[in-house]
């Protein structure tokens, strides 16, 4: 059990001085207002690993004001693939809130991560990689070995990237997910002849614009991926990824 925090605020009197012999107290009774306490149940962070036996089920929040517990609001965001419930591969925020019977908040976060299962790269591409990528043909120790980057089996030989620039801002630039170019889906026609089809115009997270995929190389033996896409706003990313 994880005890997240409880504090308390106490409301000020005041004295009001109207004359050199008059005084008038402006006193207000002071209030104690308990702010909501948070205990999670489990741990912050969880990592389900691939294909988890039974799914997940969130152990949830306990909020007290004052020993006496009151309402959560449970909120769950799939950071790359946008599903309001944990249930498939994603990296998933889960939010809860309170708020005491004066209105002030308490919240509180937990962090799942549902791995994609590893594909072998010549019948399927799906899996969990870390990134190199490049910008312009600049090469910076700033954009190595980013990530997670996933890339979702969404049935058919289609694929979902969890962000077709690689994290070149979600993790490279540390803005957050909020800026990753998700969306991007890949066909295989075949993996081991390298025959892909890739049509998808994505936006690049919070800043817009349209970005384009130009090629798409599996290399089964290094357990790699390279990719380019082209961003309107004047930049070329090759994005080289690596099988975790």
């Known amino acids: 059990m994880k005890q997240l925090y409880i ?5 000020l009197s005041s004295l009001v001085i109207t004359s050199c012999d008059e005084a008038v107290n402006t006193a207000v009774a002071s209030e104690v207002t308990y702010l909501p306490k948070l205990t999670m149940k489990g741990a912050a962070e969880i990592d389900l690993g691939c294909n988890p036996s ?24 799939g950071k790359y693939f946008n599903s309001a419930t944990i249930n498939g591969p994603d990296v998933y925020s889960i939010s809860y809130s309170a708020v005491n019977k004066d209105g002030i ?13 590893p594909g072998d790269l010549v019948t399927s591409i799906s899996g969990m990689y870390s990134s190199t990528v490049v910008r312009n043909g600049v090469v910076s120790p700033q954009y190595q070995d980013l990530g997670p980057v996933i890339i979702k089996d969404l049935g058919g030989g289609v ?17 957050g997910y909020t800026y990753a170019a998700k969306g991007m889906k890949v066909k295989a026609n075949d993996i081991a002849a390298n025959d892909f089809t890739f049509t998808d115009v994505v936006e690049v997270g919070d800043f817009g614009g ?12 290094a357990k790699t991926i390279t990719f380019k896409t082209e961003w309107d706003a004047g930049f070329k990313f090759v994005v080289t990824l690596s099988q975790l």
Do not use: N
């Open 7 to 11: 504090a308390f605020i106490l409301g």
């Open 54 to 77: 039974g799914g997940f089920t969130d152990e949830g929040l306990i909020a007290e004001e004052q020993g006496k517990q009151i309402p959560v609001t449970t909120v769950v965001t």
């Open 105 to 117: 908040p308490g919240a509180a976060e937990r962090s799942v991560v549902w791995q994609e299962c």
């Open 159 to 175: 694929y979902q990237l969890s962000d077709a620039i690689g994290g070149y801002y979600d993790f490279g630039r540390g803005y």
């Open 210 to 221: 349209a970005l384009s995929m130009t090629s798409f190389v599996v290399d089964p033996t």
